[in-house]
């Protein structure tokens, strides 16, 4: 259902991309997700090209736990590289003028870990959007 955004992702993870890349933001009050997939860690960084338009957003604008969506600048369907979000509850999320965030997966295992071991210990500056007070980096990403 998000055939660009998945192709994207699937390429970016077989090249190692996301190898040792550190997860930049953490929101923890009313937006509930961790971002990550940005090579420099600064939330500004990318793969070097953006496409879009949006695909396989919720209707309902609902993405639930476990959610695995891309993000993108606000307003703009055609920002995404290679950041991405994991939704560690549930969250709605409204649309603007460029529609929702393009849905790629699901989290199968391991969120009761990431809300445990990075989640609970909240943002390095104690507000409710900043980068994870508690380390996390990605090892590896397996796509199947």
């Given at each position: 259902?998000?055939?660009?955004?998945?192709?994207?992702?699937?390429?970016?993870?077989?090249?190692?991309?996301?190898?040792?890349?550190?997860?930049?933001?953490?929101?923890?009050?009313?937006?509930?997700?961790?971002?990550?997939?940005?090579?420099?860690?600064?939330?500004?960084?990318?793969?070097?090209?953006?496409?879009?338009?949006?695909?396989?957003?919720?209707?309902?604008?609902?993405?639930?736990?476990?959610?695995?969506?891309?993000?993108?600048?606000?307003?703009?369907?055609?920002?995404?590289?290679?950041?991405?979000?994991?939704?560690?509850?549930?969250?709605?999320?409204?649309?603007?003028?460029?529609?929702?965030?393009?849905?790629?997966?699901?989290v199968t295992s391991g969120l009761d870990a990431l809300k445990t071991g990075v989640i609970a210990a909240g943002?390095?500056?104690?507000?409710?959007?900043?980068?994870?007070?508690?380390?996390?980096?990605?090892?590896?990403v397996t796509v199947q």
């Amino acid at each position: 259902a998000a055939p660009q955004a998945v192709s994207a992702f699937i390429a970016q993870s077989q090249d190692g991309f996301f190898t040792g890349t550190s997860c930049h933001r953490l929101t923890t009050s009313g937006l509930f997700v961790l971002q990550c997939g940005d090579p420099t860690g600064t939330g500004t960084g990318g793969p070097g090209y953006s496409y879009g338009p949006v695909e396989n957003a919720p209707a309902d604008n609902l993405y639930p736990a476990g959610t695995i969506a891309m993000a993108r600048q606000g307003g703009n369907g055609y920002s995404m590289g290679s950041q991405f979000f994991i939704v560690y509850d549930d969250t709605t999320l409204p649309t603007d003028a460029a529609g929702g965030y393009t849905v790629i997966g699901k989290v199968t295992s391991g969120l009761d870990a990431l809300k445990t071991g990075v989640i609970a210990a909240g943002t390095a500056d104690g507000s409710a959007d900043g980068k994870p007070a508690a380390p996390a980096v990605i090892d590896s990403v397996t796509v199947q």
